[in-house]
């Protein structure tokens, strides 16, 4: 017999809890929260509210902008804007930010008739003052207290700044690196993006909302925006319905369970509707089977977007489309602001999802407290303090640290050794500062982000000396620097080189067909290889790219990613020793464009499988690569090396009700201290719906000494067992499942099997 669950809204319950309490070092007292008042209480105060509006006054709250223009010199723009905020005409503002200009705003929106006060909202990605590494890189390090306590200094720093909402965390899967946007995910399986999605919420808005160390999150972009096609930005959807719920939409309801106050919905067609006026999505699923009390802001202009799909013959027929399927707040598109009011007279929208909308925004204003005071997240003294705390900087060098990845060390040439007498820094992102910070960069300053050579330069100490060429730019053909670098290399006892992709090449707008180093960065590496001195090689970057000389080549590889403005502190850490890398891959690296999609839980066994190298006549097999990724999902190298033995299964059945334990004893077989991601993969052998070779239920990151073990214990129950089956069921079919443990998706260490009974 099938165990069979409620159709796809029940919660997923094989997510959890994040794993023990989250120790914030930063937060020395409980910060101010809102005045107590309860739900009811709230709920109360939003209808008497909403009794007093007109039907202008409540359009008026579904309504954002952009607010660059509106603090700077005098514009039509500004003027209009300033009219409308005093009018009632706008709900919240973007891009509007210090606590003297959301102040002065505010202060305009308190002159309206009802004084309704405005929300503040801008994206912050991964920093606000103080610039964490790119979510997909914080994703590498597995480490979900680190990523929680990353979005809590993030918002901590914004809130003291007047900012009162963020547009993260961006919990799109992400399984084609040709999407620049992969950058702002948590990378390509569902599992671990699920609970980063739960861990980054909590850490933005706190355990409720109202304290003035927290801002409102919001979980974007719903969905399935990860799957555009071919990788290009802005593109369309096509998706079963099985996928859609059991890969892209779990991280989104794992972020409803946590409580974020706000989806966006995305760009994307899902299966030929726009997401923005996808009633099925917003309607059904969201405000429906989640029952979600929060509201949905539109990306930006996507409202008026509808028109250019063809879903929507104009503006007009696209606001009544959007407000009818579930888009509460129009962002920069002016639908709502223009055509709703008109629409609702003509009775084409019922004025219940007009108070539905409006009821939503209003009742997360109350619980931010503004009503009670508008200017509780604008205090001067807070922001100087606050942006100026030394311990945002260390909490965001120790986030970078846990996302740097080591996928090379040929001879043990990392880490540098104090032997070392001179050692050459080269190569176009050797002194980068910008790019460290990557895409969404909310700081302009750039004298607070420390480069590699400068990070290196303040480690190395009086008795190695450094040496530095550029080499070659990021992009373009010269290589009228390859002399130099040569001459410096050789003149050296080992050479670290800094090669990658700058700041703008990857983010929204970013999709690329090419994801080989630019410029002539390869050929430089090959240059320096020449000369017989060790290359350890830094790569800097926002998504997988392909760089086949050094991946063959090099002594060493550190990805690096964007890690932020203590990147250059981060890696010199890691490069000297004083830390040890632990980072492992979020995401699968390709060989070349030509093998994506290649995400780990997107290969299947097929009817003609590869069962030996070199067997591919006539199997599901490439004739001029291999089916292999050049780095699988989950790898990640250290300075030891860990041992995995005695694996021990509870039992070998098991029914509805029992859980099964597989324990097994990791060791620390080397010689220095390090930290392993132990992971648990498991394959469905024989279902209803062909199941994935290997998918991740579960991982621990543990700590060990030389010599130390750790009996690791993982719990395995019918829901980790489940599927979406054809009809849209949580089911957890009976039969054999093949459990793997191991250090990456293609490492796999110890393999055992346990049986589920009907």
Not at 622 to 634: E, H, K, L, V
């Amino acid at each position: 017999m099938t165990l069979s669950f409620p159709k796809p809204l029940l919660p997923l319950l094989w997510l959890g809890l994040l794993p023990g309490p989250v120790a914030f070092a930063q937060t020395k007292k409980p910060a101010p929260a809102a005045p107590a008042q309860t739900a009811a209480n709230i709920e109360q105060r939003v209808a008497a509210l909403l009794a007093q509006m007109t039907l202008e006054e409540k359009v008026g709250q579904l309504n954002q902008y952009s607010g660059r223009e509106v603090t700077g010199p005098a514009s039509n723009r500004k003027t209009t804007l300033l009219s409308s905020i005093r009018g009632g005409q706008v709900g919240s503002m973007l891009n509007v930010k210090g606590v003297k200009d959301t102040r002065e705003i505010q202060a305009v929106a308190l002159e309206s008739r009802l004084k309704i006060p405005l929300l503040f909202s801008l994206d912050v990605i991964h920093g606000y003052e103080t610039t964490f590494p790119i979510p997909l890189a914080e994703a590498a390090s597995w480490d979900l207290d680190a990523i929680r306590l990353g979005a809590h200094v993030a918002a901590k720093e914004a809130a003291a700044s007047g900012i009162h909402w963020t547009f993260a965390p961006m919990v799109d899967i992400g399984r084609d690196p040709r999407w620049g946007r992969v950058m702002e995910g948590a990378g390509e399986d569902t599992y671990l993006g699920s609970l980063i999605a739960k861990a980054r919420v909590l850490g933005f808005q706190g355990e409720k909302l109202g304290g003035t160390d927290a801002v409102m999150a919001c979980a974007k972009h719903f969905a399935a925006y990860g799957a555009a096609i071919g990788g290009r930005d802005y593109n369309a959807v096509d998706l079963s319905p099985q996928q859609l719920w059991e890969v892209y939409l779990p991280p989104f309801r794992a972020a409803a369970d946590a409580g974020v106050a706000t989806f966006m919905n995305s760009f994307n067609t899902l299966n030929g509707v726009p997401a923005t006026g996808n009633s099925y999505l917003q309607r059904d699923i969201l405000k429906g089977q989640w029952s979600y009390p929060g509201f949905v802001v539109s990306d930006w202009g996507s409202i008026g977007e509808l028109a250019n799909w063809g879903y929507a013959t104009d503006k007009k027929d696209a606001a009544q489309k959007a407000i009818t399927a579930g888009s509460d707040m129009d962002m920069e598109s002016d639908a709502y602001s223009q055509k709703l009011a008109q629409l609702v007279k003509d009775g084409q929208v019922k004025i219940d999802l007009v108070n539905d909308a409006v009821r939503r925004i209003l009742r997360k204003k109350f619980e931010l407290g503004l009503f009670d005071d508008p200017y509780r997240f604008s205090d001067e003294a807070r922001e100087k303090q606050v942006l100026n705390d030394p311990q945002n900087r260390v909490a965001a060098r120790d986030m970078a640290r846990k996302s740097l990845v080591l996928l090379r060390n040929e001879n043990a040439t990392l880490p540098l050794t104090k032997t070392l007498r001179s050692i050459a820094v080269i190569g176009p992102l050797a002194k980068a500062k910008r790019d460290l910070n990557g895409s969404w960069n909310v700081s302009a300053d750039t004298t607070r982000i420390t480069s590699l050579y400068d990070g290196l330069s303040q480690r190395a100490g009086k008795t190695t000396q450094l040496r530095y060429a550029k080499g070659c730019d990021p992009s373009g053909d010269s290589r009228a620097g390859f002399e130099q670098a040569v001459a410096t290399a050789k003149n050296a006892d080992l050479v670290v080189l800094a090669v990658g992709e700058t700041w703008d090449l990857s983010g929204e707008a970013k999709s690329r067909t090419d994801l080989h180093l630019p410029g002539p960065q390869e050929e430089l590496f090959r240059a320096l290889k020449a000369t017989g001195k060790p290359v350890a090689v830094v790569v800097f970057g926002g998504r997988p790219l392909v760089f086949d000389a050094i991946a063959e080549q090099a002594d060493a590889i550190l990805y690096a990613w964007w890690p932020g403005s203590e990147g250059g502190l981060a890696l010199a850490d890691v490069l000297f020793g004083d830390y040890n890398p632990a980072g492992k891959l979020p995401i699968t690296f390709p060989r070349n464009v030509g093998q994506i999609p290649i995400a780990y839980n997107q290969q299947y066994n097929t009817g003609r499988p590869v069962t030996k190298p070199g067997d591919i006549k006539y199997k599901s097999a490439y004739i001029d690569a291999p089916n292999t990724p050049r780095y699988a999902f989950g790898y990640g190298l250290s300075y030891t090396s860990f041992k995995y033995s005695d694996l021990k299964i509870s039992r070998p059945q098991l029914k509805a009700g029992e859980a099964v334990q597989v324990s097994f004893t990791l060791t620390n077989s080397g010689k220095v201290a390090g930290e392993e991601v132990a992971q648990l993969y498991l394959r469905d052998l024989v279902a209803s719906v062909v199941r994935p070779l290997k998918e991740l239920k579960d991982f621990q990151k543990i700590s060990l000494k030389p010599g130390q073990s750790k009996t690791v214990t993982f719990t395995l129950d019918k829901d980790k067992l489940a599927f979406y089956n054809q009809q849209l069921q949580w089911v957890a079919e009976p039969g054999k499942f093949n459990l793997m443990v191991g250090s990456a998706s293609d490492d796999i260490r110890l393999e055992g099997a346990v049986e589920l009974l009907p």
